[in-house]
Structures are given as structure tokens and as C-alpha cells.
């Protein structure tokens, strides 16, 4: 069982080389390490998947649900705007989850200020750079403690 599933979607696997001015400089892998750190201190199981395949990234909430994982966090990169699907897994497996954006989503394009998960999600972290990961991770933290 892990307790928490780290999510990326699509073009998330070119952080560090993509638009640095925007998203950084750290690669996924540097993030990833840094948040199994955070996890490993707190004896908090987690895993991580990327794809750029919206079907892959469903099957993996389904297994997850399967699993029993207590609590997902996700950046589910321009999915985030276009993808009913994604938001009906959400809806059909119950799994809790944080949706994260490096960027701030609002201080772009229109098309990015809505999103089709926000409103199921425990909270939504945007525009805090990969900083949000690890806040992520500190709120689901405190979630699954609580519950």
C-alpha cells in the first residue's frame, strides 16, 4: 500500500529544460527526491508516476484506488483544462487529492484559469513554483493523519 501517489502529467518530465523562466530550473527527479526525503522522515510510504498519456494516468488513480492509497497529489499539467475523464476518476475512485500547479495558472491564459478539478480536490496550490510539491505533501500529511 502507499500511502501517497505523486502525480505529472503531460510535459512535466521536461521540468528543469522547459521554459526555465517559468518553471524552473529543477528537473522532476530533483523534486521527486526531495519529496521522498520529506516522506522517508515521516515514515510515509510514496510513489511517483509521469506520463504524457491521459489513459495512463487514469488507469494509475484506479489502481491506486485498488491499492487503498490514502491521498494523491497531483499536477496534472494541461490536462488540468481539458480532460472530463481525469475529473471522473476523481469522481468514481473518492481518492483525495491536491492539485498543484508550478505556475501561477490565473496570471496566464484564459484557457488556463479553468480547471476541471478544482472544485473535488482537498485544496489546489498554485504559482509557488515546485516549492508546492513539499506543500502538498505537509497538507496530505496532516490529512491522513487526521483521518
Do not use: C, W
Not at 527527479?29 to 498519456?53: G, T
Not at 473535488?120 to 513539499?134: E, H, P, Q
Not at 502538498?136 to 500529511?141: H, I, K, R, T
Amino acid at each position: 500500500m502507499t500511502d501517497i501517489l505523486i502525480i505529472n502529467g503531460p510535459n512535466l518530465n521536461l521540468l528543469g529544460t522547459r521554459e526555465p523562466e517559468i518553471y524552473g530550473k529543477e528537473s522532476l527527479n530533483d523534486v521527486e527526491n526531495s519529496l521522498q526525503k520529506l516522506a522517508d522522515d515521516e515514515n510515509i510510504s510514496m510513489s511517483f508516476m509521469q506520463s504524457n498519456a491521459e489513459h495512463q494516468i487514469i488507469d494509475s488513480i484506479q489502481v491506486a484506488k485498488k491499492n487503498s492509497t490514502k491521498f494523491i497529489i497531483i499536477n496534472p499539467g494541461p490536462l488540468t483544462h481539458t480532460s472530463i475523464a481525469l475529473r471522473d476518476t476523481f469522481l468514481g475512485t473518492q481518492i483525495p487529492f491536491i492539485e498543484i500547479h508550478i505556475s501561477n495558472i490565473h496570471k496566464r491564459e484564459e484557457f488556463r484559469k479553468k480547471s476541471f478539478l478544482s472544485d473535488l480536490s482537498v485544496g489546489v496550490i498554485v504559482g509557488l513554483g515546485v516549492n508546492g510539491y513539499s506543500y502538498a505533501f505537509m497538507q496530505a500529511l496532516k490529512y491522513i493523519r487526521s483521518n
